[in-house]
């Protein structure tokens, strides 16, 4: 079976500053791995994907994560952080069982 | 863009009656599932559904549930008895030949 861990649950940030979510799994199989976003009263968007090939993955809303094998992480990041990016962050795994989610990280950006 | 749409966004109930979570899901795909989210925990797997049958389910979906794709757009959820512990946002999902989901907006279940 497959397990997610987000370490934080909380991260205030100040607008324009960098931010780093984190998000390691456990699993004894290979696995895909995926970061999504909840705004406030929605459902799950999907930000990015690592299925195979290049570790460092690219997504929506200038997003990118970087898988790590040997760590077993999936860390998301961006630059520069507007106030539009506060909200819910859940990292998901895929191995041989079904969509495992984290507990998620309320990323707060703060003016 | 295509999406998966959910309704009723907000249903609310009386322990014992039964629901039925209706959603669409993207035209194309082939593979349906059913997620439930209690307030401020994280996202939890209920069933998966493909060439209309249960391809896996996990220990919350018990003989209470009911999954149906009744025509060839719908994909029902439905709680037969419904308890104040089903109380959540329950997400609908699908996803095509490629291994990412798309989620819907979700329905709010409330029981009272």
């Known amino acids: 079976a497959q397990s997610v861990t987000q370490l934080d649950s909380q991260v205030p940030v100040f607008e324009e500053a960098p931010v780093e979510l984190r998000c390691n799994y456990s699993?004894?199989?290979?696995?895909?791995l995926f970061w999504y976003v909840q705004y406030p009263n929605q459902g799950l968007q999907l930000l990015l994907k690592y299925l195979s090939g290049s570790t460092l993955v690219k997504g929506i809303n200038g997003f990118e994560a970087e898988f790590n094998k040997s760590q077993t992480s999936f860390h998301l990041r961006k630059p520069s952080v507007h106030i539009s990016d506060t909200a819910e962050y859940f990292c998901a795994v895929k191995g041989n069982t079904p969509l495992v989610f984290g507990k998620g990280t309320r990323l707060s950006v703060i003016a | 863009e295509p999406e998966v749409t959910q309704t009723p966004s907000h249903q609310v109930t009386q322990m014992g009656q039964e629901v039925i979570l209706r959603c669409v899901p993207i035209s194309n795909h082939l593979y349906f599932y059913w997620y439930r989210q209690i307030l401020g925990q994280k996202v939890e797997f209920l069933v998966s559904?493909?060439?209309?049958?249960?391809?896996?389910k996990s220990e919350i979906f018990d003989d209470q549930f009911s999954v149906e794709r009744p025509d060839g757009s719908n994909f029902t959820l439905k709680i037969r008895s419904t308890k104040l512990e089903d109380s959540a946002m329950y997400f609908c999902?699908?996803?095509?030949?490629?291994?990412?989901?798309?989620f819907g907006p979700g329905t709010r279940l409330t029981v009272t």
């Open positions: 999902a699908s996803r095509g030949a490629h291994m990412e989901q798309y």
């Open positions: 559904f493909y060439n209309n049958e249960i391809s896996e």
């Open positions: 699993s004894s199989v290979s696995v895909y």
